[in-house]
C-alpha cells in the first residue's frame, strides 16, 4: 500500500524559508513522478510544482517560480520542496502526490493516484 508522508510546515515570518519532504512507500519510488500541490482556506487545491520520475524535468505554477524548487532522492524515496522568499498568499496546506502510471511525465491533477494528508505552511505578514 502506497503511503506518503510530508513533514517540514510550521508557521514563517514573509520573506522566509521551508523546506518541506515527503517520503514515499509501497511502490518503487523512482518509477513515478511526484507533485506538489496546496489548499489555502476557502479555496480549491491548486497545483504547485511537479517532476519527473527521472528528476530530469520540473514544472511550477507561476505564483512561485523563482521562490520554490522541487527535487527528489530517489535513493531516499523522498520529494522535497524549497520554499524561498515566502509570502501570505502561500498560506495553506501542501500536499505531495504520485503519478498513477509509471515512466510517465506529469500531466495533471487527474493523474495523480496518491496523495498524502498534507502539512500546514502558514506565513504570516
Known amino acids: 500500500q502506497v503511503q506518503l508522508v510530508e513533514s517540514g510546515g510550521g508557521l514563517v515570518q514573509a520573506g522566509g524559508s521551508l523546506r518541506l519532504s515527503c517520503a514515499a512507500s509501497?511502490?518503487?519510488?523512482?518509477?513515478?513522478?511526484m507533485g506538489w500541490f496546496r489548499q489555502a482556506p476557502g479555496k480549491e487545491r491548486e497545483f504547485v510544482a511537479a517532476i519527473s520520475w527521472s528528476g530530469r524535468s520540473t514544472s511550477y505554477t507561476d505564483s512561485v517560480k523563482g521562490r520554490f524548487t522541487i527535487s527528489r532522492d530517489n535513493a531516499k524515496s523522498t520529494v522535497y520542496l524549497q520554499m524561498n522568499t515566502l509570502k501570505p498568499e502561500d498560506t495553506g496546506a501542501y500536499y505531495c502526490a504520485q503519478t498513477r502510471t509509471p515512466y510517465s511525465d506529469y500531466v495533471g491533477r487527474d493523474g495523480m493516484a496518491y496523495w498524502g494528508k498534507g502539512t500546514l505552511v502558514t506565513v504570516s505578514s
Open positions: 509501497g511502490r518503487t519510488f523512482s518509477m513515478y513522478a
